[in-house]
């Protein structure tokens, strides 16, 4: 890994690059996920690499609904792997859920490095491997999943989501939560609740809010989950954008 001072000014995007970087000459990437990596820092960068107090209220509201699931389940993919498998382990823990790798570009290899990692960083087990059932309407590889992890859950964390597996999951029935710093995307518009925020940022706070929301009362939560709209939450983080383009011009 390149040497980068703490002094440079882009020393946090830098470190994330390489950390993606390193995730796919180690397997764990796969080469379009640096696309995708570099589409969403271009977005963070219009949020000024920060979280927004909308984007904070979204943690929140995520983090109740996580509590107040039957059988919540973190989905896990190479640049998830890559970039924050400690804060997936934290977050399944803590609610606890259970965490599923889920792949695009799916391989045995790819599939086994990812769980690897996971249990590595302390994740108990990790489902995603069998691959005992599928996603109506998905014939391609994110539509293979566990019948006792993606398949039977009731609410689903999918960061760095593909829009049509969001779409899929929702008709299954299921509450979908994303964290995607696109707020245009197919996803973030089709999701239950949407943190707009760089991934790194979110997980930790919902790790902080979960153990907050456990000791509230479940009606609490209810009414918090209820409130939330999603579109509105959606065009606030675009004015949030689009008041800090006007501040910078």
Known sequence: MTHI?????????????????????????????????????????????????????????????????????????????????????KLGQVVPAKLEVNLFHRSAERMNLICDVLKNAGAASVYGIHGDARIAGLDHNRGICDKNGIYGSDVVLVPLEDGDRCAALKKMGKIVITIDLNPLSRTARTADITIVDNVVRALPRMVKYVQDMKQQDKETLKNMAMLWDNMDNLRKMLGVISDRLHTLF
């Not at 640096?34 to 949020?47: K, N, P, Q, S, V």
């Not at 904070?56 to 924050?84: F, H, M, R």
Request: glycine share 8%; charged share 20%; aromatic share 4%.
């Open 5 to 89: 001072p703490k002094s440079h000014p882009r020393y946090q995007s830098l470190m994330l690059r390489e950390l993606i970087s390193s995730g796919m000459k180690n397997g764990l990437v796969h080469e379009t996920g640096l696309i995708a990596h570099g589409r969403g820092e271009a977005f963070d960068y219009l949020l000024g690499e920060d979280t927004p107090s909308i984007a904070d209220e979204a943690c929140k509201i995520a983090a109740a609904q996580l509590v107040l699931a039957n059988d919540p389940v973190l989905s896990v993919n190479g640049n998830v792997a890559a970039l924050v498998a400690q804060d997936c382990v």
